[in-house]
């Protein structure tokens, strides 16, 4: 679609979505969906939830975040749970400030700026549709007219609750300009808007001998008051303070607590009575979620000064810990270099995942659980399985250390090295060496990092050296076996022909001399010992693959050695220590024959056709799988 037909028809939307009429109109629309009355923190609820909720292994996950926010399930299901759903249901928890607290690089400002854009989206649609009082500068609700004496009826009969008292500026136009008849009153949709500051509003500190309370709170307009005579007239005031215009929807407070004491007072009588101060008037009622962030340094600061007590018990503190499982932290880093004007330089499969490594090593903490070292620890928390170990130890491990993931290296630090070595180096393709390479040179620039972290990161480098060795082998095993097709399936029917007689008691027949003999222990194990499977799991194991066997027996298909993810790496794993020679002298030799050329540049093809590699990071990859097997 042509680009002015795409902006022509995104206008036209939102002129479709233009509503005015008056409070009786609006009325009779509440009498048929109560919806649009409902509060700030239910509207962003009710955002959340409208892109899905799905339960995974027991707890919630939430398809709204999943767009920008990575490994963070059970942090997040904890903000909504806690925080946004009871708040949504009117409970106290409402009355509270929610504190966003982790380390930096986290994902609190990414997470606030994803409720924000989810409110403008959500508010143009029929369920999160905002109504307010025409020409109101706050945009308040409408029902706000409706007088105190009346509100349990009114409450009753269109199944609404009715908070709040009229603004300065509204309560005048009343008696001004409508003579005291609410009937007349105009209403109008809005649609939240950061940029047009409808509903939801951003507060930064700035230096305190500068700031002024009327950022948040609006200023007298001095320009006027000699037309009005009064400081208390609403007319001489501007509401444009980042309370006032934040009103219905959601502000969000940056470093809340880098800010003025003076600042936050107003927040004390907000979040616990729905109304603050301004000026020379009454109490100005405010519907808003008051979302603020900070670090750990500065929240311990905070707490331990006792003049804060009242605005700390104003508070909901949700800790934001980094991502500890490699696989999102991964998609962090492919996020932001997409994001970038680096996106078409090849990242080589892995790489990304060897940097994942590193960070998610620098955030764990050492268990007491016995037999459990980092990297099977890493693995747990990414959802491999690792032999011996339950879901029961997962969450165990989980549980161990409260304060897990709010230490360590963040996302910012890696991809500050990458970007750094790709503009240096300027590299056409980047491979895990490149990138390991520069997170070590770049310690001795990390200004937070002791002396102490810097040996216990160089040594988790090399861990993430040696788990990308062990996936560079297994990439040029699988590509290597495929040339091997025919042997891997010879070898997968005989594993199961020994595992039938095996398990049925039986003999097995040798296709040579056709005489009985019993099954080949020697190569049952020998295939098994590739992906660890010991001498006590062994029967377990086999078994499995006979039940299996049998499963596809009843549907009338045949088990093929692809069907089983376990059995196939073995196979694999095994056919490759067999070729490992062969393996060996092509990758490494420099002046290959025409029969080693042809195989090298086969697997070449499968790399670069199945596995995301380009011409250059596939024939690095055979050239140090060849080093690695020569060593």
Same mark, same amino acid.
């Given at each position: 679609m042509?680009?002015?037909? $795409?902006? &022509?028809?995104?206008?036209?939307?939102?002129?479709?979505?233009? #509503?005015?009429?008056?409070?009786?109109?609006?009325?009779?629309?509440?009498?048929?969906?109560?919806?649009?009355?409902? =509060?700030?923190?239910?509207?962003?609820?009710?955002m959340?939830?409208?892109?899905?909720? /799905?339960?995974?292994?027991? $707890?919630? *996950?939430?398809?709204?975040?999943?767009?920008?926010?990575?490994?963070?399930?059970?942090?997040? /299901?904890?903000?909504?749970?806690?925080?946004?759903?009871?708040?949504? $249901?009117?409970?106290?928890?409402?009355?509270?400030?929610?504190?966003?607290?982790?380390?930096?690089?986290? @994902?609190?400002?990414?997470?606030?700026?994803?409720?924000?854009?989810?409110?403008?989206?959500?508010?143009?649609?029929?369920? @999160?549709?905002?109504?307010?009082?025409?020409?109101?500068p706050m945009h308040e609700d409408p029902l706000h007219l409706v007088p105190h004496e009346l509100r349990p009826e009114v409450e009753n009969a269109l199944n609404v609750r009715i908070e709040g008292n009229l603004c300065p500026v509204c309560q005048m136009k009343l008696k001004t300009q409508y003579g005291g008849d609410i009937e007349k009153v105009g209403v109008e949709r809005v649609l939240l808007s950061e940029e047009g500051r409808i509903g939801i509003g951003t507060f930064s500190p700035s230096d305190p001998k500068s700031q002024d309370i009327a950022d948040l709170t609006g200023s007298i307009d001095f320009s006027t008051i000699t037309e009005y005579g009064s400081e208390s007239d609403p007319r001489a005031y501007r509401f444009d303070g980042e309370l006032?215009?934040?009103? $219905? @929807?959601?502000?969000?407070?940056?470093?809340?607590?880098?800010?003025? !004491?003076?600042?936050? #007072?107003?927040?004390?009588?907000?979040?616990?009575? @729905?109304?603050?101060?301004?000026?020379?008037?009454a109490l100005i009622s405010a519907d808003e979620l008051i979302i603020?962030?900070?670090? +750990?340094?500065?929240?311990?600061?905070?707490?331990a000064n006792k003049k804060n007590e009242a605005l700390q018990s104003r508070m909901i503190v949700m800790?934001?810990?980094?991502?500890?499982?490699?696989?999102?932290?991964?998609?962090?880093? &492919?996020?932001?270099?997409?994001?970038?004007?680096?996106?078409?330089?090849?990242?080589?499969?892995?790489?990304?995942?060897?940097? &994942?490594?590193?960070?998610?090593? =620098?955030?764990?903490? !050492? =268990?007491?659980?016995? %037999?459990?070292?980092?990297v099977k620890k890493m693995r747990l928390y990414d959802g491999e399985e690792v032999e011996g170990y339950k879901d029961a130890d997962l969450k165990e491990l989980q549980n161990e250390f409260l304060e897990e993931g709010m230490s360590?290296?963040?996302?910012?630090?890696?991809?500050?090295?990458?970007?750094?070595?790709?503009?240096?180096?300027?590299?056409?393709?980047? %491979?895990?060496?490149?990138?390991?390479?520069?997170?070590?040179?770049?310690?001795?620039?990390?200004?937070?990092?002791?002396? /102490?972290?810097? !040996? *216990?990161?160089?040594?988790?480098?090399?861990?993430a050296r040696k788990e990308y060795d062990e996936l560079?082998?297994?990439?040029?095993?699988?590509?290597?076996?495929?040339?091997?097709?025919?042997? &891997?399936?010879?070898?997968?029917?005989?594993?199961?022909?020994?595992?039938?007689?095996?398990?049925? #008691? =039986?003999?097995?027949?040798?296709?040579?001399?056709? /005489? +009985?003999?019993?099954?080949?222990?020697r190569l049952m194990r020998s295939i098994e010992e590739q992906i660890g499977i010991s001498e006590n799991a062994k029967k377990a194991f086999r078994e499995e693959i006979l039940i299996r066997i049998s499963a596809y027996s009843r549907k009338g298909k045949k088990f093929e050695y692809n069907h089983h993810d376990r059995l196939r790496e073995a196979i694999e794993k095994k056919l490759f220590t067999d070729l490992k020679d062969i393996v060996k002298i092509t990758t490494s030799t420099k002046t290959p024959d025409e029969n080693q050329l042809k195989r090298i540049n086969e697997v070449s093809k499968r790399l670069i056709d199945e596995h995301g590699y380009c011409p250059v990071c596939a024939n690095e990859l055979l050239r140090y799988v060849g080093s690695l097997l020569n060593r």
């Open positions: 042509d680009i002015f037909q $795409r902006i &022509a028809a995104y206008q036209a939307e939102s002129n479709s979505l233009v #509503w005015n009429g008056t409070f009786k109109d609006y009325i009779e629309l509440l009498a048929k969906d109560p919806s649009p009355a409902m =509060t700030a923190h239910a509207r962003v609820y009710e959340i939830e409208s892109y899905g909720v /799905e339960e995974v292994n027991g $707890r919630k *996950r939430y398809k709204f975040f999943e767009q920008e926010i990575f490994g963070l399930d059970r942090a997040v /299901e904890k903000l909504v749970e806690e925080y946004f759903h009871s708040a949504a $249901r009117r409970l106290d928890v409402r009355k509270r400030i929610l504190l966003l607290m982790g380390p930096v690089s986290g @994902g609190k400002s990414t997470l606030v700026t994803l409720l924000k854009r989810g409110l403008e989206k959500f508010s143009r649609t029929e369920k @999160g549709a905002v109504y307010a009082i025409s020409g109101c006032n215009k934040a009103n $219905r @929807g959601l502000m969000e407070f940056q470093e809340m607590l880098k800010c003025d !004491e003076k600042f936050l #007072w107003n927040l004390l009588s907000l979040t616990q009575e @729905g109304n603050f101060k301004a000026g020379r008037f603020a962030h900070t670090n +750990e340094s500065e929240y311990k600061a905070f707490i800790p934001i810990p980094y991502n500890l499982k490699v696989s999102q932290e991964e998609k962090i880093y &492919a996020k932001l270099i997409g994001q970038s004007d680096m996106s078409h330089v090849h990242i080589a499969p892995h790489a990304l995942r060897s940097a &994942a490594i590193f960070s998610i090593l =620098t955030r764990l903490k !050492e =268990t007491k659980k016995q %037999g459990v070292d980092l360590g290296v963040d996302p910012r630090y890696v991809i500050n090295r990458i970007s750094s070595a790709l503009i240096k180096q300027d590299l056409h393709c980047m %491979g895990a060496l490149d990138i390991l390479r520069a997170i070590k040179d770049g310690l001795d620039q990390h200004a937070s990092i002791t002396k /102490e972290e810097r !040996e *216990r990161y160089l040594n988790f480098i090399s861990i560079a082998k297994k990439e040029v095993q699988k590509a290597f076996v495929y040339s091997f097709e025919e042997s &891997a399936r010879t070898l997968f029917e005989n594993y199961l022909d020994n595992i039938e007689a095996f398990c049925n #008691w =039986t003999k097995i027949r040798d296709p040579l001399t056709d /005489e +009985e003999m019993d099954p080949d222990e």
